[in-house]
C-alpha cells in the first residue's frame, strides 16, 4: 500500500468544481490499485481573503508543506481585477505559494487531441500531431524581483542568477532527451541582459546532453512560430514571464484550455493545477470542464511514480473524448456536467 | 508641389531588394501627384558594421535627423545572433536609432486579406474581417532600462514615467476615437508595478475620450484571444517587449508577414518599416515579398498628409493581391518576382 497525502486547494470560481472530479478519480485510482490516499482542503485566493483577509493563510502553507503533493483548482475573482493596485490580491496567495514552496519549474504539456481539431482556432492541418512540453522558471524574474514607484514613474526588475537557470534548465534537458531529443531556448537575447546569461548557461549546460538538439528562438518569433507551426517544437524552455505569455498562447493550439494541466515542481514538493483561471462566469453551471483538472491528477500520479496508474486516467480521458463525453464548449449538441465527465472518467480508469 | 526629404535605410537581407521597390512606388506617386521627394540612402545595422564598424553610424543618424521621414528595410544578419553577447550588433543600430529619434510609438495595422485567408495558419471564419491597430511603445521599458551582470546574475530594469505613458497612450485613444471606440491596453497589472502605472494613466486619460471604450487585458490572455478571436480588437496599446511578442503573434493573422507594415512615430521624424526581419536566406534571390515595404511607403503617404495618395497606394497592392500578383509564398503556382510585383503596383498607382 503506498500512503500520500494530498492537499486539494480548490480555490475560487470554478475551482471547486473541477477539483471534485479531479479527486473523485484519485479515489477511483487509490481504490483499484489499492493505494491510500489522504486529502486535505485548504484555502488560497479570494476565498481565503473572505474567510481570512490573507490570500495565503499560514495554515495553507503549512497543510502544503506537511504534504506530499498539492492539487490546486483556480484563483481569482473579477471584484480584484478593477483594482490591481490593491493591497491584498488573489494573486498574491498563488505567487506567494509558489515562492514559498519553490516551485521553481512550471511544466505544460500542450497536445493537439486528434479528434478535437475542429475546435481549435488554427486549421487541422497545422496541428495535428502537435506535442509541446512547456518549461517555464516559476520562481524568478520580474515575478519576483524588485519593484517600486515614486510619483512620476514605475519600475520592476528582472534578475536571474546562474543557480536560477541552472536547476530547470536541467529538467528540460532530462525531459528532451526522454522525448524527442529537441530542446528550444525562447528568449530576447539580443535585447536582455538576462536573457543572453540564459544563452550562457544553457550553452554549458547542452555539453552533458549531447543528445539533445539546442536551438535558440526570440520571444517574438516564438510568438510567431508556435501558430505558424507547433509540430516543429519539442520541449521548450523560457523564463517566468515569456512562459507566462507562451504557455497561454500554445494553449490555443489544443481547441480548449479546459484540456491543458499543469506541474509546478521544485525542491520539497509539487503542485498541480489546470491552465485555465477561475472562470468566475461558469461557476456553479456544471458546464466547466473537468479535463484539465483530472489531467493534472494524472500528472500528480506520475510524479508519486505511479506511471501504470496515470497512464490509466489519460486513457480514461481519452476514451471520454473519443466518446464525446464532454463539456459544452467542446459538444454543443449533447453537452455533459462537469460532475458527468468527472463520473465517466473516474470510473473508466 | 510638396517637396520632401526621404532617407531611405535599406540595412541587411532582403532589406535592399524591398526598398528599392518602396522607392519606385514613392517616385511614381511623385510624378503622378507632382510632388518632389528627394531621396538619400544611408547605413544601418550589419553592412554599417562591416563597412565603418558602427550599427549606426554618424552620419546615418545625421542624414535621418535631416530628413523628413526615414524609410527602412531590414537588419540583422545570422553571423551575429551566434553570439548575442557581443559587443557590436546590427539590433543596436536600430535600437540607438529609435531612441536617438525619439520615435516613441511603434503602430502596426493587422489585416486579414480576403482573398488571402487560406493563407493563413487560422481559420478563415475567425479571422475574415479581423483589423487591428496596434500601439506598442518603442522607447521605453526592459529594453532601455538599466542592466547589468556580475559573475552569479544578471538583471534587466524595466521602467516607465508618466509621461512615456501619457503621450502614446493620447495617439491611441485618438486612434481608436477615428476608428471603432475600443482600446484595449496590455498589460500584466497583477504582477509589474510598471503595469499597474500603465493601468492608471490610462483610466485618467480615458477621462478625455469619452467615446472610447477602454478594456483591460492581461498579456498571457491577450495572447491567447488573439488568436481565438482577433476580430475582438480595434486598437491595441501595449509597452515595448509585450508590444514586440504580440505584434509578431499578430502577424500570423494575416497569412504572411510579407504584408505588414509599420510607422514609428515620436517628437521629430517619423520612420516606416516592414515588419518582416532580414530573412537572410532569401537574400537576392528575388523571392522577397515588397508588399510589406510598399505599405509602410504608404504610411508614409499618410504622415506627410497626402491621404489620397497613401490610398492610391493601398487600392494598388489590393489590385495586386486579388490579381495574384504576388511572390512566391502566396503565389506557389505563377510566383511572380520582388521586382515584378513592385513595377505592378508602380504602374497602377
Ligand atoms: C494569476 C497569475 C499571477 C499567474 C501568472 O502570471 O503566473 C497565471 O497567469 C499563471 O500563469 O499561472
Ligand atoms: C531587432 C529587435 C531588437 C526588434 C525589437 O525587439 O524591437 C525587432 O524584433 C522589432 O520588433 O522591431
Redesign the interface.
Known sequence: VLAKKIVVLPGDGIGPEVCQEAVKVLQAVAEKYNHSFTFRSALLGACAIESTGQPLPEDTLAACEWADAVLLGAIGDPKY?QD??AKV?P?QGL?GLRKALGLYANIRPVTAYDTLLEHS???PE?ISGADILIYRELTGG??F?E???DS????????????EITRIAHLAFKAAESRHGLLTLVD??????????W??VVQQIAIEYPKVEVD?LY???A??Q????PRQFDVILTEN??G??????A??IGGS?GLLPSASVGAHTALFEPVHGSYPQAKGKGIANPIAAILSAAMLLEYFELKEEAKAVRDAVQKAISSNILTQELNQTSPYTTEQVGTFIAYTV
Chains 1, 2 share one sequence.
Open positions: 481585477d490591481p493596485a490580491r494573486e505567487l482556432p488554427l486549421k497545422r520580474s515575478y524581483g519593484k517600486g514607484r512620476s514613474l514605475a519600475y520592476d526588475t528582472c534578475t536571474y542568477t546562474r543557480e530576447k537575447a539580443n535585447v536582455m541582459e538576462t536573457s543572453r546569461l544563452r550562457e535558440y520571444v517574438d518569433n510568438a510567431m508556435l501558430i505558424l507551426n514571464m515569456f507566462d505569455i507562451l504557455s497561454d498562447e494553449s490555443v484550455i
